[in-house]
């Protein structure tokens, strides 16, 4: 693992806001407040539309 790609949820290097949809958010280290963006190397969309802001 380095600093800078976990692919655990721990680094934010992969972090994105997204834009409409539910996400499980599986990082262990963000806040409520903090999600407003995923961390993509783990979170999962439960429905069937999640709107990434690329
Ligand atoms: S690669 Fe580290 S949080 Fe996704």
Redo the contacts with the bound molecule.
Sequence with gaps: MTET???????????VRYLQGAVEHN?CIMSDEEKTVL????SRAPGKLLVLDL
Aim: charged letters at 20%; hydrophobic letters at 25%.
């Design positions: 790609s976990c692919c655990a949820g721990l680094c934010r290097t992969c972090k990082d961390t993509a190397c783990v």
